[in-house]
């Protein structure tokens, strides 16, 4: 199959022609495209990365956005035909460049999309559409789904296709965000079969990829096979299963971990499998700690690439926060060039304002009630739902009424879903994640429903139906870090861990000093530096006779180092394993209209063995609100550490190799060697005697040529043995 599929392309998104390719056109093939087909856009398509050409007023093409998601690229051609579109002369004369075709705005729109919201087709009605309208235009383009609305609202209806092909509302009267997400879950549990059954199949793009054929693994990076099995046999014990909790084997999957009984079967004997167990379970554990238990009647690869899904979908970041983070390391990779036009010292992406990230965890609340209400009994006039959940152990409860007779139903596992994603929304907001959730719908004849909403953050006790047992509660405290544990949930978790101090503050280790646990690991989206200084020195090392130990608690994941391991939660590491350093310091300032600037200060420390993606990996990061906050003596122990018993030892094996005639990689791209040093992107070659040397400087590693004030070359700190560069340069240039 081609590479890039280019698709002219009208103002609404529909296509007028298509054409694979093997390699991207340039401006002046897409411009050629596009004014074949007398049309004003051409869309560029790489797996699930589109470029967007388009044509202004005058005549002129020019990119409008370049390897953006589907959302990104509908919303700035919408935005550029706004600006860009001429509107009728004031003499009657016809229009240059676009054609102008205005729809009034009490119009509806109708759009077909894939899964990604590609628009394959539009209608245009003066009336309100039907189901069967929408039906209609999604079978004349074989899409699974219509959007349908006013137009230029932000209000919008998904329409939806199922796997036996009935079409039904997925989502009513919700913004066009908030009808991506319901797209998205709605394709995961009606048509998502697993990346494998997909193969050959057109899941949303060209080259058959699924946007939930992935799942990102998560900031405390991948759970021990030993933790994953601790999970499943606490689930066994909970819930009183008829099933070993001895010798359980662990496999690894992309998405976490398989656990299950191991059976032993005579190889020898041709018919010993008859005697094996259809229908055992088998659990699957996510590097979040949610446990799922699934039959071994059900393939091993589809049970194990579903769950992935589920897990890619809960913890999906928004497209918005994905497209800005590509755009800053393009911006900044750019900048890094042997031109370095644009003269960026760093470049900032300001996290979402908290009114942002409440009003997206909020919108899901009507999609939920509106799934909620097709399982009541005919003639229900309200029902009440209950969400107790962790990542680790769910209680959900549905009740209908109908008059003085109730009736209780069982939610179904697709809608479960859902609501995990909403929770994991709502973790972003300062209070964190809800303990429970409650919905109350209403509605009489005549009448619209009315939707009551209660987060309930555990100021009081939970009931005892809606409590979970107590290492669900530490493993949800460990994936979701707060600033505040409520009193009786502590004492409950102590309890339930044996004899010891039930309060919030970790004990003291020795030689160490430690703050209350409070909310240092940011799960939010990482914020880019504005003007990183750079690392202040932290205290010196032990004094001779000591061995530096810190062992504390950061919130409710165990912080543990010394001169042999580093663990932090559920990953570890040995110091005579590292082979990659990096730390550093960001302070953030976000400017908002009309509202005080607010300040974040991040410390970042990480160890590891390569490959850099994927391989083993401690990555701690710590977290303090306000303009001036002091260094936390947890991140400077680790540093100092790291200088004291890491360092020395890979800088002396980076020299042996080289001198060896070897040639190494540093700070991620840097490649050094006897003669000089090189690098891809930017591409250069330097030899030693070019080279003045490499200082820290403004949270950057400045690499210069001799008698050039401008910096050859600039490595951010958080690049894997940046730190080492300035010394391993001073050493080989001797």
């Known amino acids: 199959m081609a590479g890039y599929v280019m698709a002219a392309t009208d103002a609404g998104g529909e296509r007028l022609g298509e054409r694979d390719l093997s390699a991207a056109p340039t401006l002046g093939e897409a411009a050629g495209f596009g004014d074949r087909h007398g049309t004003n856009y051409v869309s560029v398509r790489h797996g699930h990365d589109i470029t967007l050409y388009g044509r202004d007023a005058t005549g002129t093409w020019s990119v409008v956005v370049a390897d953006a998601p589907a959302p990104v690229v509908v919303e700035l051609r919408r935005q550029h035909d706004a600006l860009c579109g001429p509107r009728p002369a004031s003499d009657g004369s016809a229009p240059v460049g676009f054609e102008y075709a205005p729809n009034p705005g009490d119009d509806y729109v109708l759009t077909a ?36 609305g006013r137009d230029g609202s932000d209000v919008v209806t998904l329409h939806a296709r199922d796997a036996d092909g009935g079409w039904s509302v997925a989502a009513a009267d919700v913004d066009v965000r908030t009808a991506e997400e319901v797209c998205l879950w709605f394709d995961l549990t009606h048509h998502y079969r697993g990346r494998s059954s997909s193969a050959g199949v057109d899941t949303g793009g060209p080259t058959g990829r699924h946007p939930l ?25 909970a819930r009183r299963l008829d099933y070993p909790t001895q010798g359980l084997a662990a496999d690894r999957f992309e998405g976490g971990w398989s656990v299950y009984a191991p059976v032993d079967i005579d190889d020898s004997d041709p018919m010993a499998f008859l005697d094996m167990p259809v229908g055992r379970s088998v659990f699957l554990v996510s590097d979040a700690g949610r446990v799922k238990e699934t039959s071994s009647a059900i393939p091993p690869r589809q049970a194990e690439e579903m769950f992935t899904a589920e897990e890619a979908y809960v913890r999906r970041r928004p497209a918005e ?46 999609p939920i009630a509106q799934q909620l209400a097709l399982l009541g009994p005919a003639g229900w006039d ?20 109908s008059g003085n007779r109730s009736t209780e139903v069982r939610v179904p596992e697709q809608i479960a879903v859902l609501v995990r994603r909403q929770r994991h929304l709502a973790a972003r907001m300062p209070a964190g994640p809800w303990w429970r959730l409650l919905l109350t719908v209403s509605h009489g004849t005549g009448a619209n429903a009315r939707v009551t909403t209660d987060f309930d953050y555990g100021d009081r006790p939970l009931p005892d139906d809606h409590l979970l047992a107590p290492e669900q509660y530490r493993d949800d405290l460990a994936a979701y ?28 280790a020795a030689g160490t000093t430690t703050r209350p646990p409070g909310p240092r690991q940011d799960r939010s989206a990482d914020p880019a530096p504005a003007s990183p200084p750079n690392p202040a020195p932290p205290a010196g090392p032990a004094r001779p006779g000591q061995v530096p130990v810190l062992d504390t608690k950061l919130g409710w994941t165990r912080l543990h180092a010394d001169p042999h391991v580093i663990t932090y939660g559920r ?60 260094q936390p003596e947890e991140w400077a122990f680790l540093v100092n550490l790291a200088r004291q018993y890491l360092e020395p030892r890979l800088l002396a094996e980076l020299l042996t190799r080289v001198r060896g005639g070897e040639t190494v990689t540093v700070g991620g791209s840097v490649k050094v060697d006897r003669t000089g040093i090189s690098c891809a992107k930017p591409r ?12 820290l400087h403004n949270g950057m590693i400045w690499i210069h040529r001799t008698g050039v004030e401008k910096p050859l070359l600039t490595v951010p700190l958080s690049h894997p043995n940046a730190m080492l560069i300035p010394d391993l340069f001073t050493s080989l240039m001797r």
């Open 113 to 148: 999309v894939d899964v990604d919201g590609e628009p394959f087709g539009e209608r245009v009605t003066s009336t309100a559409p039907t189901l069967a309208e929408a039906a209609d235009l999604g079978e004349l383009h074989e899409a699974n789904y219509v959007i349908a």
């Open 213 to 237: 054929d992935h799942a990102e693994t998560p900031e405390g990076g991948r759970m021990a096979a030993a933790q994953a099995v601790s999970l499943v046999v606490e689930r066994i014990r």
């Open 321 to 366: 926060e994905r497209f800005m983070d590509h755009l800053r390391d393009e911006v900044m990779r750019l900048d890094s060039g042997p031109e370095g036009a644009a003269g960026i010292a760093s470049f900032t992406v300001d996290a979402p304002a908290a009114e942002v990230v409440a009003a997206r965890a909020s919108a899901l609340l009507g």
């Open 382 to 401: 309200r029902f009440t739902a209950v969400f107790s959940f962790t990542v680790s152990g769910e209680v959900a409860q549905l009740l209908f009424r």
């Open 481 to 508: 870090p707060r600033a505040h544990t409520p009193e009786w949930l502590v004492k409950y978790i102590a309890a339930a861990d044996g004899p010891g101090p039930a309060t919030g503050t970790a004990p003291q």
């Open 571 to 630: 990953a570890s590491i040995d110091l005579d394993q590292v082979e990659w350093i990096s730390y550093w310091a960001t302070h953030t300032a976000q400017k908002r209209f009309l509202y005080p600037t607010t300040y974040t200060n991040t410390w970042d420390f990480q160890v590891g063995r390569y490959p850099y993606y994927g391989g083993q990996k401690v990555s701690v990061r710590f977290f303090e609100a306000g303009r001036r906050a002091d």
């Open 684 to 695: 250069l070659s330097v030899p030693w005697e070019s080279v003045s040397g490499a200082q």
